[in-house]
């Protein structure tokens, strides 16, 4: 018989790459993630690895075993659903993962009605980069997490999971003044970490107007980016969520940029009675608990059962 968590640590390889980064994301160690494979490789009865050197490639047997994985982890998750739904109240854990401006505007108003209409639920909140929530939904460290796209830096599909529309916002040129971005090609820049979404967007944003922006600061707190535009260090590029409170000094200019949020949630684990909770939760609070100034669009609300 094939052990199901095998079958995880088999594609998570297949998508990563190298042990050394299935490990890094699933919180193993690589030694354990290679005894693992090991294991299944015995339990499957035939090679799925071929090793050369420290490199590793998958089989077509293993490829076969993945596409088949896909299905026995989604049904898996759907009996899990269904079997909650004959529960008359909800009773258990829920671990959501969101970004640093979502927590603030979003998910607090989301986890006051959770709390209010299921107070035996236990609640778990973990802030990340939106780039980590994929891994972290297929390990079972969350069981639904906002994920994100820009205009310039598309999603990539990602095995195992289903998402759903949640939220679309313009990008603003946050500056001193309201020029065009094609005006600040000579300007000092602000931006997120490197390797960030935020860092990214912002870099290719400007090489679509013609231009490579001269990075001095990184920061990832839109709070922190706007105080140093504010105080006359740079010009960024800041979300709609990120722009609800702005520093009397600067000016926001709206770009044709968008972010688009998503739910994200394992597949087949959707419709489990605790995860569509979240998803109404989550709907009802971009719907109606925000007021910001310039105004959000939320998408519509959808029945977790659509």
Sequence with gaps: MLDVR?????????????IAAVAN???????????????????????????????????????RLIEHADTILAVLEQATAELATA?????????????PTAVHAILSPALVGLSRDHPRLELFVTELDPANAPAALRAHDLDI??????????????????????????IYLAALSSEP???????????GTPGTLCHIMTVRACQAAGFTPHIRHHADDFGT?????????????????????????????????RRRT?????????????????????????????????????????????
């Excluded at 095998?6 to 190298?18: M, P, V, W």
């Excluded at 960024?236 to 044709?256: N, Q």
């Excluded at 087949?268 to 310039?294: E, F, Y």
Aim: hydrophobic share 40%.
């Design 225 to 257: 980016v706007l105080a140093l535009v504010a105080a006359g260090q740079g010009v960024a590029l800041v979300p709609e969520l990120g722009a609800r409170s702005v520093p009397d000094p600067v000016r926001l200019t709206p770009l044709a940029t």
């Design 6 to 18: 095998r079958l995880r640590l088999l594609r998570e390889l297949a998508r990563r790459g190298t």
């Design 87 to 99: 529960r008359t109240e909800l009773i258990g854990t829920l671990r959501i993962g969101a970004f």
């Design 25 to 63: 994301a699933l919180s193993y160690t690589p030694s354990a993630v290679s005894q693992q494979l090991a294991a299944l490789e015995r339990e499957a009865g035939v090679p799925l690895l071929e090793r050369t050197g420290r490199s590793v490639i998958l089989t077509p047997a293993a490829a």
């Design 181 to 191: 971005l094609t005006a600040h090609r000579h300007s000092t820049w602000i931006a």
């Design 145 to 170: 997490a906002l994920v994100q796209e820009y205009d310039y830096v598309p999603r990539e599909p990602e095995t195992g999971l289903d998402t759903e529309e949640f939220l679309t916002e313009t």
């Design 262 to 306: 998503h739910l994200a949630y394992r597949r087949g684990h959707g419709d489990h009675p605790i995860v569509a909770a979240a998803r109404l939760a989550l709907h009802a609070a971009v719907t109606q608990s925000l007021s910001p100034t310039p105004p959000l669009r939320p998408r519509p609300v959808r029945s977790p059962t659509d």
